[in-house]
């Protein structure tokens, strides 16, 4: 194998920019690449990084497969004791074991392989309790001694392989040394965190062993994973199992058939015949001379040193060439998942600025003199007094923002609509009373709130300027704040406000507040949409999705390729 540094570098990286891979919107494809970047990440970190690093480790053979198909009894038969819990119910095996010679238990105590999970070990007092005086364990199974029960409880809710996970280290004489044995949980499990681990396990594998029955070799599962395996290459074998001796002959013929159809006519294939200690209720332990073969396979492939690095080295290859297609498809997964936040983000910038220049107009245009403002204008200064006017201008105002948001909001909710990534954030009713980015009532009291404070500054100004003017000849400055905001918010409806305004301040005071007061204006408007669109970004930005990670995939991967071509 090539452990030059180099290469063990590059994949180191390549390692970090996988981990770096962000997929959180549910775009079509997305799922695959997901597992795609978490097979990758197993492979690497539990598999081709430890297996460079120290390459004369002892072999890992893994053994897979579906649902009852007999992988506990096979890895007890082969290590000659009871080292995992076979039995009638479903799934048997829930915390995953791996069983070495005593020599190589510093191999695997540690985090070299499978980091993230806990190793646990038996006390030693229970593990003398398990064998008999021949080394056997007389018992039916192994479920009820004590330690083992909370060691089997890891499956009990929860999604994640790697959430209080653990690993069983076993230690057994009857194994050769530089051999280990990984009993895996059910690769179809009906627990989600069961399937995830039996995933990872596998990817963690020197040699996959596939594990099928008599009467399930031709379920979708078990070719799922013999497809994998000749898609990476990898060294792998395959056991039929639980073979009634009267069709034996005719389910290894078909079993045969099928295999040389797909193309896995060189596989390494065994049979075990339905035996007694088959069934759940046996000891849990075949003949020797049933799992003779495929101890011999296994041991020749660990101990001499031609089939030993054919077979791991196979298996790496098979790895770093997988890399080839596995990652330009992860990095266009990246590219997809950045090019549709970009597109989400420009719906949502596009549509404010065009509701902050329909805003701009209304104003411009004397929009906000509407309804209670525009008739109390009328009736100013004779029927309505400068409180009321400035509070309904005010109030004018505020409606126009809260209808500038509402139709912003709307616009995005029809464009979003159409596009997959938006379901990921559940905004059926985007900025209704009940869904959206937050009730109707905080949206327009965050608007009354920059409003009112416009108009606190406004009148600030006007007492401002009013201080300006001799004492005896100065106006009312809430007069002054009123005539202002009308000049401002009326339009052409509402010339004579500046003028009346310059006969009582003067006409360069009148020019200075509306200038003053024009620029606070456009701030409060501005602030009021700048940041509702800030809040309808805040979710895709809070995605840290970017374009980098794509273009450092690839870079990482053409720094591996040209580390492999310089070998």
């Known amino acids: 194998m ?27 494809g997305a799922a695959r690449a997901r597992r795609t970047r978490g097979e990758l990440l197993a492979q690497l970190d539990d598999y081709l990084l430890p297996r460079l690093k120290d390459p004369e480790a002892p072999l890992l053979a893994v053994i897979g497969g579906s649902t009852g198909a007999g992988k506990s009894t096979l890895v007890n038969s082969l290590v000659g ?31 070299r392989v499978l980091p993230q999970l806990t190793r646990v070990w038996l006390p030693p007092q229970e593990s003398r309790d398990l064998d008999g005086p021949d080394g056997r364990d007389g018992r039916d199974g192994i479920g009820g001694i004590g330690g083992l029960d909370a060691l089997d409880g890891f499956d009990d809710g929860g999604d994640e392989a790697g959430a209080g996970a653990a690993l069983r280290v076993e230690t057994a004489t009857g194994l050769p040394r530089g051999l280990a044995l990984l009993d895996a949980p059910d690769i179809d499990s009906l627990v989600v965190r069961n399937r995830v681990l039996a995933a990872e396990l596998i990817c963690a594998a020197d040699v996959w062993v596939m594990v099928t029955t008599a009467s399930r070799y031709a379920d979708a599962v078990p070719w799922h994973l013999l497809r994998t395996a000749k898609e990476y290459d990898a060294s792998f074998v395959t056991v039929l199992d639980r073979v009634p001796h009267q069709v034996i002959a005719e389910v290894s013929r078909q079993y045969g058939a099928l295999l040389t159809k797909a193309g896995l006519g060189e596989v390494p294939r065994f049979t075990i015949p339905e035996l007694p200690e088959s069934a759940g209720g046996g000891s849990g332990l075949l003949p020797t001379t049933a799992v003779a073969p495929l101890r011999a396979w296994l041991g020749h492939r660990a101990q001499d040193p031609a089939a030993r690095q054919q077979s791991v080295g196979r298996t790496v290859a098979g790895v770093i060439d997988s890399l080839d297609a596995r990652l330009p498809a992860l990095a266009g997964a990246v590219a ?24 701009g107009r209304r104003l411009r245009n004397g929009g906000v003199l509407a309804g209670d403002a525009r008739t109390l204008w009328r009736g100013y200064p004779l029927f309505s007094t400068s409180d009321e ?70 009148e600030e100004l006007a007492e401002e300027e009013v201080r300006r003017l001799e004492r005896g000849a100065a106006p009312d400055p809430e007069t002054v704040a009123a005539l202002v905001a009308s000049a401002l918010l009326g339009g052409r409806r509402t010339r004579t406000a500046g003028e009346q305004l310059a006969e009582r301040i003067g006409a360069q005071g009148a020019l200075r507040l509306r200038d003053r007061g024009g620029a606070l204006l456009t ?6 949409l700048d940041g509702e669109r800030d809040r309808r970004l805040a979710p895709l930005d809070a995605l840290d999705v970017a374009p980098e990670p794509q273009a450092e995939l690839i870079a990482a991967l053409s720094v591996l390729q040209k580390e492999r071509w310089q070998r």
């Open 2 to 28: 090539d452990v030059r540094p180099q290469l063990i570098d590059a994949l180191s990286a390549l390692r970090d920019r996988v981990a770096a891979v962000r997929l959180p919107l549910p775009l079509p």
């Open 81 to 111: 004791r009871l080292v995992s819990e076979a039995g009638v119910l479903r799934p048997t095996t829930r915390t995953p074991v791996l069983v070495c010679h005593p020599d190589d238990h510093h191999w695997f105590a540690g985090a």
């Open 336 to 359: 997809a998942q950045y090019a549709a936040v970009v597109r989400l983000t420009a719906v949502v910038e596009d549509v404010y600025r065009a509701e902050g220049d329909r805003v």
């Open 389 to 458: 006017l400035l509070e309904a201008l005010v109030e004018s105002l505020a409606a126009l923002l809260r209808c500038a948001v509402a139709a912003a909001d709307e616009q995005i909710r029809a464009a979003w609509r159409r596009e997959p990534a938006a379901t990921a954030f559940g905004f059926e009713d985007i900025g209704r009373e009940t869904g959206g980015w937050g009730p109707a009532e905080d949206i327009g009291g965050r608007i009354a709130v920059a409003v009112g404070r416009w108009r606190r500054m406004l």
């Open 523 to 528: 701030e409060c408007v501005d602030r009021v």
